[in-house]
């Protein structure tokens, strides 16, 4: 073993060896690839499976170099059918969108400053006048994501006092975050009302106290309550909250612009909430809305303006590329153009079209790889995804693949993910299910390529390490 090891080359020999392809990736990955190539090498020695020749030593560099090398954060493929892709970041954004965000950050910009007047001015102000017109609400403001405006309406209007809310709406989503953890986090004090499945006018009217400060609905985005179930509509909860002198708060979650209607369950737009009477509304930049990731407040003047000096507000406000993305999304709402976002285009394509893109595709495909690999369009459904829309799917067509053996469809779909640009596909049936609806129209030729790549027998990934 010793002497196994005595015979594995320095770092400096080793990336020698290399040789002038090291002029292509910065130095420093050079070094950081050598280093764990040859960590490993011992491992492997110590572990009784002897020891790597020279030329797999220099492969395993070169690969893990140009692993390294590569941004962590990187653009993929969505072949999976699920629009709103939390893990996979959500809406998509078209090309002039991010022109303008790109405009901003190369350069300064009037993030904080009043052209007009020549001093300094409000980062709220590039997206007020556009929300309060597509809202109907009086006011409006932009934090960094829906959770952060959650918290700092039920900071702003109930630290230190009650909020009403009914057991039914304590929901809990992705990542831990649950409602009363939040409000306890706020400073609020948490109030339930009424039961699991059913909570009545009645049982907000006997709960409030001379602590109450405020009712909260919560939008159940995220899951669905069927069967023995009630809940006041949102206009009698206002009226109820206004005749106690108290706030009317909802956590809209995803909060859409457009009307949206799958099967029976119908999306209530933010300005229908508005309409309704609620004082402070919160929702979600980055789902139905198709734009980035931030948390909208809209609502009645003077709570907008208390929240925006809460001391809170200044830890959770958007830095000026999400605002620019922001107003450029707002704005094609504003023209009439809503639909035309990424985001709806997913959504409102129709099975038929859908259909016609796999066929396609699987032509594509079919003339790369030969007659050997299964390849077949089938009827299957999408998701809307992120939380919005529970137990609701979109039927649409999908290209089934089943590879020739020895090739699995779970080792095509780990090279789909290696790939570059990596694809994110899913498993079902014993196939590998391709769904065109979250694929935007120019990732159709590279998604063919990747596809027959993946399923060449004999392809390895070009990252992986050969002494692993």
Do not use: C
């Amino acid at each position: 073993m010793q002497a196994q090891l005595r015979q594995l080359p320095s770092v400096k020999a080793l990336l020698e060896a290399v040789g002038a392809e090291k002029d292509a990736v910065a130095g420093v990955w050079w070094h950081e690839a050598a280093t764990a190539v040859l960590d490993r090498a011992r491992d492997h020695i110590r572990q009784g499976k002897g020891a790597p020749d020279l030329r797999a030593l220099v492969a395993a560099v070169r690969a893990e170099a140009r692993q390294r090398a590569e941004p962590h954060l990187r653009p993929v493929i969505n072949a999976t059918g699920v629009a709103i892709h939390t893990n996979l970041g959500r809406a998509p954004l078209p090309d002039a969108v991010l022109a303008q965000v790109s405009a901003v950050a190369r350069g300064y910009s009037t993030l904080e400053y009043d052209l007009g007047q020549g001093r300094r001015g409000s980062r709220h102000s590039h997206v007020d006048a556009l929300l309060r017109h597509l809202t109907g609400a009086e006011a409006a403001m932009v934090v960094n994501n829906n959770a952060a405006a959650v918290l700092l309406a039920l900071s702003t209007l109930a630290r230190g006092r009650e909020a009403l809310v009914s057991r039914g709406q304590l929901v809990e989503i992705g990542g831990s975050f649950r409602i009363p953890d939040v409000m306890a986090l706020s400073g609020a004090i948490l109030r339930e009302v009424g039961t699991t499945n059913k909570t009545h006018l009645a049982d907000y009217e006997r709960a409030i106290t001379p602590e109450t400060a405020l009712v909260v609905k919560v939008h159940t985005s995220n899951f669905r309550l069927l069967g023995f179930t009630a809940q006041p509509s949102t206009r009698a909860l206002a009226e109820l909250a206004h005749r106690h002198g108290l706030a009317l708060m909802e956590d809209l979650g995803s909060g859409s612009l457009l009307p949206f209607r799958l099967g029976d369950w119908e999306e209530p737009t933010v300005r229908e909430v508005v309409a309704d009477g609620v004082d402070v509304v919160t929702f979600s930049g980055d789902k139905l809305l198709g734009g980035p990731q931030a948390g909208l407040v809209v609502g009645r003047r003077d709570i907008i303006e208390q929240m925006k000096r809460n001391p809170l507000a200044r830890a959770v406000r958007v830095d000026k590329m999400t605002l620019a993305a922001l107003e450029a999304v707002l704005r094609w709402y504003h023209e009439g153009r809503g639909e035309a976002l990424p985001l709806w285009q997913m959504l409102r394509a129709s099975p038929e079209s859908i259909r016609r893109r796999a066929l396609g595709l699987g032509r594509r495909v079919r003339r790369a790889v030969g007659p050997d690999v299964a390849l077949e369009v089938v009827p299957d459904t999408s998701e809307v995804g992120g939380g919005s829309m529970p137990g609701t799917t979109l039927p649409t067509w999908v290209l089934a693949i089943r590879p020739s053996p020895p090739l699995t469809v779970e080792a095509v779909e780990a090279r789909l993910r290696s790939g570059r640009p990596p694809v994110v596909a899913r498993i079902a049936k014993d196939s590998l299910r391709v769904d065109l609806r979250t694929v935007l129209p120019d990732e159709e030729r590279p998604l063919a390529e990747a596809l027959a790549l993946a399923l060449r027998p004999g392809r390895e990934a070009e990252h992986v390490d050969p002494i692993l």
